[in-house]
């Protein structure tokens, strides 16, 4: 009776162990402050800028409809039928930035959008075409914002992205979150600077990740959620630490023989 009790408690005890490691290192954040009376201020974002080979879509309103028809390009426009009805366009292909930064509009031919933010280059392109429309509103977007993520996370995928302000978080929510066999502390950014491949390693369980400045993604990152050591493991965490319960449980149970 007494050797059955011991061996029930000490196969809690292993359980209990097991499961509190395995608990602890899955929990994102850790250490985190969460007070809501405290702000922290973001310095870490900036907007993406413009690179070679991007895809903006190009949307322009003035007082001439007509006139601001031909500049818009990536996003459906409005036109209007026989009857008079208006109805939405294709989408058009959009303007392709090339290997020296510039878009080919009409009417003012290339225009130097390379390395500036989207704003700014609104800003640019409306001073090129002020010529031609009048009180001219310009706004631009990047069509081929996309981040993939791939590795130990539910659902794999490219995800194409319409706000600029994306973060390894909201990926990382798109592709279904982390398995329970992910390594949290050692995620890889793959990102691409000045033709040149970066590698950046990202731990998801420190609070320290929002004020990363990779925390905000950019266009064409890449995201691999590397699989912990017990995924492919031949033994599992509870066979590991078995030994060393056997041990303890033979080194009770020969007291107990010794002392009974």
């Known amino acids: 009776m007494m050797k059955n009790q011991l061996f029930t408690t000490l196969l809690f005890l292993m359980v209990m162990l097991t499961s509190c490691a395995n608990y602890k290192e899955k929990l994102y954040f850790q250490g985190l402050e969460r007070n809501p009376e405290m702000g922290y201020k973001i310095t870490n974002f900036s907007p993406p800028t413009i690179q070679p080979g991007d895809v903006l879509a190009l949307n322009v309103k003035s007082l001439n409809s007509d006139g601001s028809a031909i500049f818009n390009s990536g996003a459906p426009t409005t036109a209007k039928g026989k009857d008079g009805s ?126 990363s400045p990779y925390y905000y993604l950019k266009s064409n990152d890449l995201i691999y959620v590397e699989p912990g050591k017990n995924k492919f493991a031949s033994q599992s965490t509870l066979l590991k630490i078995l030994p060393i319960v056997i041990s303890i449980a033979s080194l009770i149970l020969v007291t107990y023989q010794v002392t009974k």
Do not use: C, W
């Open 86 to 211: 208006s109805s939405a366009s294709s989408p058009s292909d959009g303007y392709l930035v090339n290997k020296d930064g510039e878009i080919q509009l009409p009417l003012v031919h290339g225009v130097k959008v390379g390395q500036l933010s989207l704003e700014e280059a609104a800003a640019v392109i409306k001073g090129k075409i002020s010529s031609y429309l009048k009180e001219p509103e310009v706004t631009v977007a990047l069509m081929n914002f996309k981040v993939s993520v791939l590795g130990d996370v539910a659902h794999p995928d490219v995800l194409s992205v319409t706000d600029e302000r994306f973060s390894i978080t909201d990926a990382l929510s798109r592709a279904g979150d982390l398995t329970p066999t992910a390594n949290r502390n050692n995620i890889l950014l793959v990102r691409e600077v000045d033709g040149k491949r970066k590698y950046i390693n990202i731990d998801i369980t420190s609070p320290r990740l929002f004020e």
